[in-house]
């Protein structure tokens, strides 16, 4: 396709022969026979081009213009005029419109101005998007913290995956932070204006599953004394999350296969279809594979909840991101407790780089807030570390301050560090960390 158009005139016969016209070149095109129609097909997010004939009953082109041009003042939109009303015409130039086209007129005069409408549109939308790009980059390094490769990837993956609509599965070990990245593919998606729904499928008694996720009618059962709108209902626009979606009953997963599949539910008690629309991002700790061989769980629900997966990487296998976010979780503990953040001692680090936190950064946070009251040293135990994978951690993190302190200016951490440049490259390529990562947005390169 070359893009896509909607056509806006009163007259079918006119309609039909653009629409035509404008399908053989190879465009999308959705046809309208009022202003009122077309307001309701676009929006700021609309990423074609509108032609629209001026004199219409009701609400006319001009007028659908203005309302246009209101909602995203770099619409592009094309007027459609009968000879005497050229004058009109112009003065929609200098309020905004695209181009203006008068009757009787050919296919390549229409063609040309929509082929260039559309060109314009679409820069439009592509640096729309990379602005957006750069923004939600910038945000989501605040909610996901760590400059190791892993963390790296995972930031990339989320940005790629949030802006589609696809069932997504998480996996990941306890304490890995499961909830918040769920939380960010809600808020770096077109459903962040939207209700986010977080259920944990462990805490929830196996007779109350049905009324919590499909809610019911008053009198469905012995206590149910008022219709009680479901989780899945609440997430209507959003997105539902199922946190350890291994332990939903057999009995459930059938009924929310059935929900993504018809995209309606019905509460307990009730006869009538409701229509839901609803991303669905379950988090799991096993393999949800192994849970199917065994038979519990339903193999065809898997493969609905998993169009896509995100494996979160335990803290052990990013250590060079643990002192930055022990640092963060110190000071977030200090500031709530209203005391002074403790430094952090070259002893205490190495215990910190050494420990193998099987709690991931659930356990971090945990020693943070300890340290932070002075209660104890975090990270006691640190024999499940050798002393190469300690000093490896080490290095990381010294290159990382580095970078951090230059923002990324390598002659700089050349002379910082002491070190020649073709060490310094390999070393940042073994610990993955990259020089874009640390300059600042709009800055120019040193080199």
């Known amino acids: 396709m070359s893009g896509q158009v909607l056509v806006v005139d009163d007259e079918a016969a006119i309609r039909d022969a653009v629409q035509q016209w404008l399908e053989l070149s190879g465009f999308e095109v959705t046809a309208c026979a009022s202003a009122a129609q077309a307001l309701n097909l676009v929006d700021r997010e609309f990423s074609g081009v509108v032609i629209t004939d001026v004199r219409m009953p009701g609400t006319d082109g001009l007028q659908l213009l203005d309302k246009l041009l209101a909602q995203d003042a770099d619409q592009p939109v094309i007027m459609v005029t ?23 007129f050919t296919p390549e005069r229409l063609l040309d101005s929509v082929r260039r409408a559309v060109d314009k549109r679409r820069l439009v939308c592509e640096n729309r998007e990379l602005r957006q790009q750069s923004a939600f980059k910038n945000r989501i390094e605040s909610q996901l913290l760590g400059v190791s490769k892993p963390m790296v990837n995972l930031r990339r993956q989320i940005l790629e995956l949030a802006g589609t609509s696809v069932n997504i599965l998480i996996r990941g070990d306890t304490g890995s932070g499961k909830e918040r990245v769920a939380r960010c593919l809600h808020d770096f998606s077109p459903r962040a204006d939207k209700p986010f729904v977080a259920l944990n499928c462990a805490a929830i008694p196996e007779h109350l599953f049905e009324s919590e996720l499909f809610g019911h009618e008053s009198g469905a059962f012995t206590g149910a004394q008022g219709k009680r709108i479901g989780r899945i209902e609440h997430a209507h626009g959003g997105t539902l999350f199922l946190d350890e979606i291994e332990s939903l009953p057999l009995a459930q997963q059938v009924k929310l296969l059935r929900v993504l599949q018809e995209k309606s539910l019905e509460r307990l008690g009730s006869n009538r279809s409701i229509q839901v629309d609803l991303r669905v991002i379950s988090a799991v700790k096993p393999d949800l594979l192994d849970e199917v061989k065994a038979g519990r769980f339903r193999e065809d629900l898997y493969y609905r909840l998993n169009v896509a997966d995100l494996q979160l ?3 052990r296998e990013r250590r060079e991101d643990i002192p930055l976010l022990f640092e963060h979780f110190v000071q977030a ?9 403790p430094a952090l001692a070259s002893s205490e680090l190495a215990r910190l780089l050494g420990h193998d936190w099987p709690g991931n950064v659930r356990e971090l946070i945990n020693a943070a807030e300890r340290h932070a009251l002075g209660l104890s040293a975090p990270a006691e135990h640190v024999e499940s570390s050798s002393l190469a994978e300690q000093m490896e951690a080490f290095e990381a993190q010294c290159l990382h301050n580095a970078l951090l302190s230059c923002q990324g200016n390598i002659n700089q951490v050349m002379e910082m560090l002491r070190l020649p440049r073709r060490t ?4 940042m390529q073994r610990h993955g960390l990259q020089r874009s990562t640390y300059r600042p947005v709009g800055s120019v390169d040193d080199e």
């Open 424 to 427: 310094l490259n390999e070393k």
């Open 313 to 315: 990487p335990p803290l």
């Open 82 to 104: 009968g000879h005497g009303d050229v004058p009109m015409a112009v003065e929609a130039m200098r309020n905004g419109a695209y181009d203006f086209i008068e009757k009787p």
């Open 333 to 341: 503990a200090a500031v709530r407790h209203e005391r002074a953040a």
